[in-house]
């Protein structure tokens, strides 16, 4: 005896429907200018600045530079800085990225969460 055609297609429609649903909730790759922009860290009062140039700063609003470096993403974002005259290196696995979020690994185990505050276009002068 055949089966009724709509017997047939439940099961094509339901992997059509999980087909879709995987592809459409795969992460996107991150990518170096997901960084970009005004940041309030979980760890710091004070708003940090990443620039499209790859220069970083922690400024405050009367435009005090009270720290500054260069930072790049490849695999995990990678600070440098200055620190009594000499250049420190920081390298932080990103555990997760959202448009307006996105939190690291630091090196003692912890989590900061990045908060985005505004957008950047120009780097600093």
């Known amino acids: 005896m055949a ?3 709509h ?3 439940r099961p094509l429609a339901i992997l059509a429907f999980s087909l ?3 592809a459409c909730t795969r992460e996107a790759p ?3 200018s997901d960084f970009i922009g005004k940041w309030k860290s979980s760890k710091l009062e004070t708003p940090i600045y990443l620039y499209p140039n790859g220069e970083w700063e922690i400024k405050t609003d009367a435009g005090d530079v009270l720290q500054y470096g260069i930072w790049d ?3 995990k974002l990678v ?4 620190v009594n005259g000499s250049v420190g290196y920081d390298k932080n696995e ?4 959202a448009p307006d979020e996105f939190s690291l690994k630091e090196q003692d185990g912890s989590t900061t969460i990045f908060i985005r505050l505004g957008d950047l ?3 600093p002068r």
Do not use: F, G, N, T
């Open 3 to 5: 089966r009724p055609i």
């Open 7 to 9: 017997s047939l297609l």
């Open 20 to 22: 879709l649903l995987s």
């Open 30 to 32: 991150i990518k170096e």
């Open 73 to 75: 993403y490849d695999k």
């Open 79 to 82: 600070w440098s800085y200055k």
């Open 94 to 97: 990103v555990l997760a990225m």
């Open 121 to 123: 276009q120009a780097a």
